[in-house]
Structures are given as C-alpha cells and as structure tokens.
C-alpha cells in the first residue's frame, strides 16, 4: 500500500479559500498556498499546473458546496416555505464557513476564468445551470403564489440575502448567528402581497 499523500488537491484548495478569505483572490499563489501548508511548492503544482487552475478549483469548491446547500432545501411544491429556506440556507454557508462566503460573494469573475482548464469551466457550468434552473422553478413559483412580482421574488431570496452578509464579510466581521431570522422576516415581509388599495 503507498503512503497517504500529505498535501491532496482538498487541502490545497481549503488552504487557498483561507487565503482568498483573507485578502481576496489576488492573494491566491502558489507561494502562499505552500507557505500555509508547509508544503514545498511542488506538492502545489503537482495537483494544480498554474495559479489559474487552483483559483479555478476554489470556485468550483465553493459554489459546488453553495449549491449544493441551497438545493437540499428546495421543493418546488412547497414554493414560498423553499423560497425562505434559500434564504436561511444562503446566510448560514456563509456563517459557518466565512471563508467560503468571501470567495462566493467576490464572484467568478475575479477568479479568472478565462483561464481556468476546460473541465473546470465546464463543471461550473453545470453547477451553475442546475441551480438557476431549481431557484427559477421556485420563484416562479413564488409569484405564482403570492401575485408577487418574480423581480422582487429573485430580489428577496438572492439579492437580499448576499447583501446582509456582504456587509459582515467584507469587513472580517463575524456573522450574528440571528441574521437569517432577521434576514428571513425581512423576506416574508417582501413575499406577502399587500392588499389592494
């Protein structure tokens, strides 16, 4: 049996999310990485070829794990009750995981895409396609329900949400464990239709 390996890609990019978390995506390199690790920089290149795979890698981690908490809590037949899990799920990713949450609200852009590998790309585009295709199902939902607008459906269950932490994570600031109580009454105040005047 061989030796487990010491420095794998999940520690790398885990190291490289800390890093992102910290000072942004421009921190990411191969150099800072290995000094997290106490690696030597070829363990670094041996899983990622260049600085734009690994910040690939970071991406995909994170909105793959994003995604994924946010779908476990959708079902389109409950529409407005998913809608309002989004939202709690949204701000608790990015409270137990405030690393993660920097990388997701910085966006892809600034983690170069243009360069990442194809097979990156690709799967973050399927990430991506899945989870606007389950959001959109439930705010259309959503506006069906409530007569709500669906702009203002998109607004409460995504804008809203990135906004409350955005102010937190931003400045390294830990988030309350009550924003998404607050940021969820805030939501169903924006999903309940007024009556008319």
């Avoid at 490289?16 to 690696?39: N, Q």
């Avoid at 037949?77 to 989004?86: D, G, M």
Wanted: glycine residues 6%.
């Amino acid at each position: 049996m061989g030796r487990p390996t010491k420095y794998d890609a999940a520690a790398i990019v885990a190291a490289a999310s800390a890093i992102a978390g910290e000072g942004g995506p421009d921190a990411i390199t191969m150099s800072a990485v290995a000094t997290r690790l106490g690696a030597p920089s070829g363990s670094i290149y041996h899983r990622f070829a260049s600085r734009a795979a690994l910040r690939g890698a970071v991406w995909l981690d994170t909105v793959t794990c994003f995604h994924q908490q946010v779908l476990d809590v959708l079902d389109e037949r409950r529409p407005t009750e998913s809608a309002l899990r989004a939202v709690r799920a949204t701000i608790e990713f990015c409270r137990t995981d405030a690393d993660r949450g920097a990388v997701l609200l910085a966006g892809r852009a600034a983690f170069t895409p243009d360069d990442w590998p194809a097979e990156t790309l690709d799967a973050v585009i399927d990430s991506d396609q899945t989870f606007f295709t389950r959001i959109s199902a439930v705010a259309r939902g959503v506006a069906k329900e409530s007569g709500v607008d669906k702009q203002l459906v998109y607004l409460a269950i995504v804008d809203l949400p990135y906004a409350a932490v955005r102010r937190h994570l931003s400045s390294h600031r830990p988030i309350p464990p009550g924003l998404a109580d607050v940021v969820a009454d805030a939501a169903t105040r924006m999903l309940t239709p007024r009556p008319a005047e």
